[in-house]
Every structure is written in C-alpha cells, then in structure tokens.
C-alpha cells in the first residue's frame, strides 16, 4: 500500500481520534436525539387544536357528609394542563393532560410536610362545566374515597 492510505492507516493518533470521536457519539448522540424529539413533541403539543379548559374555575365535592369547594386556576399549554386549587387554607398542585374532552391528572399538596394528593378525572360538558370523579386516601381511616367532582 502506498500513498495517502497507508500513512492514514499507520498513523499513530487515528485510533485515539477515533476514540474521543466514538465516545463523543455514543454519549452526546442519545442525547440530541433525544433533544429533537422532546422538542417536537412539544410543538405538536402547542399546535394541537383543542378546547381550551384554561382560567378560573370552582369545583364541588363531597368529603364525608360535608359538601367542600375549591377554587382551581388551571393553565393549558396543548394538551398539557397544569394549575393551583385552593381549599380554605390549603394549596394543591395540579398537573394534567386534556386530551378528546378529558381532563385526566393527578394533584398534590404544596405543603412538603403533609401527604395529600390524589387523582381527577374530568370530561368536559360545556365551557362552564366540567363532571366526573375524584379519588384521594381520607386520612382519618385511611382509606380510598371516590367522590363526584
């Protein structure tokens, strides 16, 4: 062999490039690929034409015998659904996804300290109302209440 091939071939650092170049794929690769799709995914999120649920909204539910109401502050970005209700003097954090007319997600209190959260599953009826049900552990007993929401 001669010429540009063999002085390539034999040359003492094209191992040692192609190892910082392989490393540099195999690491950083993934990683953009992943980049690309995230972003995409949330493109078509953004320009996915629903209805829009975003706003102030007030919420009924049963705990035990007693009728309680919140007031909700969701924001829609997409399908996306994320917001804050409030209930007397407690704050919850609500993170969702509405998709084909149903609002499904989960909430969590925003006090570190105390272990509430539970499930909502919504379905739009008209711009004003949404319907369905809530599940959430009451504390007292412990045990799994499914309330109309």
Same mark, same amino acid.
């Given at each position: 062999?001669?010429?540009?091939m +063999?002085?390539?071939?034999?040359?003492?650092?094209?191992?040692?490039?192609?190892?910082?170049?392989? %490393?540099?794929? #195999?690491?950083? #690769?993934?990683?953009?690929?992943?980049?690309?799709?995230?972003? /995409?995914?949330?493109?078509?999120?953004?320009?996915?034409?629903?209805?829009?649920?975003?706003? !102030?909204? &007030?919420?009924?539910?049963?705990? *035990?015998k007693?009728?309680?109401?919140? !007031?909700?502050? @969701?924001?829609?970005?997409?399908? *996306?659904? %994320?917001? &804050?209700?409030? @209930?007397? &003097?407690?704050? +919850? *954090?609500?993170?969702?996804?509405?998709?084909?007319?149903? @609002?499904? #997600? %989960?909430? *969590?209190?925003? &006090?570190?300290?105390? !272990?509430? /959260?539970?499930?909502?599953? @919504?379905?739009?009826?008209?711009?004003?109302?949404?319907? #369905? +049900?809530? %599940?959430?552990?009451?504390?007292?007993e412990?045990?799994?209440?499914?309330?109309?929401?």
């Amino acid at each position: 062999m001669s010429g540009f091939m +063999y002085v390539f071939q034999n040359y003492i650092w094209v191992p040692i490039i192609s190892a910082i170049i392989g %490393t540099v794929l #195999g690491w950083g #690769g993934p990683k953009v690929i992943i980049y690309f799709q995230r972003k /995409r995914e949330k493109r078509v999120n953004e320009s996915v034409n629903e209805i829009s649920i975003e706003g !102030d909204w &007030n919420s009924f539910f049963g705990e *035990e015998k007693n009728l309680q109401m919140e !007031d909700v502050h @969701l924001n829609q970005v997409g399908r *996306e659904v %994320t917001g &804050n209700m409030k @209930l007397s &003097n407690r704050i +919850y *954090e609500f993170k969702g996804e509405f998709k084909n007319q149903i @609002l499904l #997600g %989960t909430y *969590e209190s925003k &006090n570190r300290r105390k !272990d509430e /959260r539970g499930t909502i599953v @919504l379905r739009y009826i008209n711009e004003k109302m949404l319907s #369905g +049900y809530c %599940t959430f552990v009451y504390k007292p007993e412990s045990r799994i209440i499914v309330t109309k929401y």
